[in-house]
């Protein structure tokens, strides 16, 4: 997901994106399988469908490949065909976005989705002007009031699988320092002032989505590994190859043991295994893809989007004429998020930990915003309210455009991320975590 640089929520609750899908599909039930009538008719509707994908990249950057996955392995479970589905690559965030989905309408596409948060205001333009055709547009915020039945938003709830590839960044330190492999005596530049070991983050922009992850990634770690704190960098960029690399080798260099990210490129897990192989204890935890090709000693784990969940749900809905939600999020529960293969270098253990914690939110029994298990200004959090307004900022002031309700987001002791609209809104700066002012040159 990207953004779009002139348009900002209020609270700074913009989003991005980032994903990946999984290559697990099965392959749609035709009528030649099962010769139910329910199963004719899906037929009969899937061969009508038509969907046309408008990218911001292409299957070499890893946001867009874990859609380009999603969709296809999706298609082939609801039983739609190669043919069914026109492809836009590399639409930037601009004019273009209206283009292609014009083009798209005019080839007759039912559907038509974008995967670029800066797409979702062209896409709400083209939408205006073709109320027979439904627009989804990724890791939107604002379907729900835009008063457009043909317009909507989906995400899913990708700060759970962060949480859990925090979790596996917590055993590895635990196993670090239990093990006297890390040490402030060996690595005094590892340890804060107050004694805790430091780890890093890199981050695109100090977005809602991107505060929402790194502090669910922050939180998974302290809930196995408590004595930690985290430096988080921004390269104002979703994909940056040389300044990912940057900003990780920057935070290695202020004596992160672990640097994560909510960025699309190689660049920091390729950093981090270039300095491990010179002798540093440093580690990778990634976003969207496996990153063990790029980083096979120092990856860990990514976490990811598993598309193929939203898009069989769409596709389905599409075809049988179904209600589709103007705000779709949903994780561990229904399978839409995950992470991936752990690194050889993870510490023992560290499976059975995962498998408990993926469990627990999956059944509801765990929430990452857990109020108890952080603080703001050192103070206890009782209440967040989360303003819904879309405003634009490229005047320099706030002008709203769809008017929203202000909503509290904490319930039962915990903030409630997601629920309100599938776009995260988590924009709370906790303890023990800095960002960096200014972001990698």
């Not at 009528?31 to 469908?49: H, I, R, V, W």
């Not at 596996?168 to 804060?192: H, I, W, Y």
Request: hydrophobic share 40%.
């Amino acid at each position: 997901m990207k953004k779009l640089l002139g348009l900002l929520l209020a609270g700074a609750m913009m989003l991005s994106l980032a994903a990946c899908g999984t290559t697990d599909s099965a392959a749609g039930t035709t009528g030649a399988d099962n010769a139910t009538g329910d199963t004719a008719n899906t037929a009969a509707a899937a061969s009508d469908l038509k969907v046309g994908v408008i990218l911001i990249g292409d299957e070499t950057e890893g946001y867009s490949a874990a859609h380009i996955t999603g969709i296809k392995d999706a298609a082939a479970e609801v039983g739609l065909t190669d043919d069914q589905i026109i492809w836009k690559y590399k639409v930037p965030e601009g004019a273009e976005c209206s283009d292609a989905a014009e083009d798209l309408v005019g080839q007759g596409c039912d559907l038509v989705i974008s995967n670029s948060y800066g797409h979702q205001t062209y896409m709400v333009e083209t939408a205006e002007n073709y109320p027979d055709t439904t627009f989804v547009s990724m890791t939107g915020d604002f379907a729900a009031i835009s008063g457009l039945d043909n317009f909507k938003n989906a995400f899913t709830s990708v700060y759970q699988s962060r949480y859990v590839s925090g979790v596996v960044a917590g055993m590895k330190l635990k196993e670090l320092t239990e093990s006297g492999a890390l040490t402030a005596e060996t690595q005094p530049n590892s340890f804060d002032a107050d004694g805790n070991v430091k780890i890093g983050y890199v981050g695109a922009f100090p977005y809602a989505e991107v505060v929402s992850g790194y502090t669910a990634f922050y939180l998974g770690v302290k809930s196995v590994f408590p004595t930690v704190s985290m430096e988080v960098m921004y390269t104002n960029s979703w994909f940056d190859i040389d300044k990912e690399g940057a900003a990780a080798e920057a935070l290695i260099a202020n004596g992160a043991v672990i640097v994560g990210q909510h960025a699309d490129s190689t660049g920091a897990p390729a950093a981090t295994q270039r300095l491990k192989d010179a002798g540093t204890i440093c580690y990778s935890v990634g976003y969207n893809i496996d990153m063990l090709e790029t980083a096979p000693t120092a990856a860990l784990t990514s976490a990811t989007n598993v598309w193929k969940a939203y898009y069989a749900e769409l596709f389905t809905a599409a075809m049988n004429g179904e209600e589709i939600p103007a705000d779709w999020a949903k994780g561990y529960e229904d399978g839409a998020v995950a992470i991936t293969d752990l690194g050889p270098e993870c510490a023992e253990g560290t499976a059975e930990k995962v498998a408990e914690v993926e469990a627990a939110l999956t059944d509801g029994s765990l929430h990452v915003f857990d109020t108890a298990t952080f603080t703001v200004g050192g103070q206890p959090v009782t209440t967040a309210e989360v303003d819904l307004t879309y405003y634009d900022y490229t005047t320099g002031e706030a002008v709203v455009i769809y008017q929203g309700e202000v909503k509290e987001a904490i319930h039962d002791g915990y903030f409630d991320e997601s629920t309100l609209r599938s776009a995260p809104y988590f924009a709370l700066r906790i303890d023990g975590i800095t960002e960096d002012a200014e972001p990698v040159a």
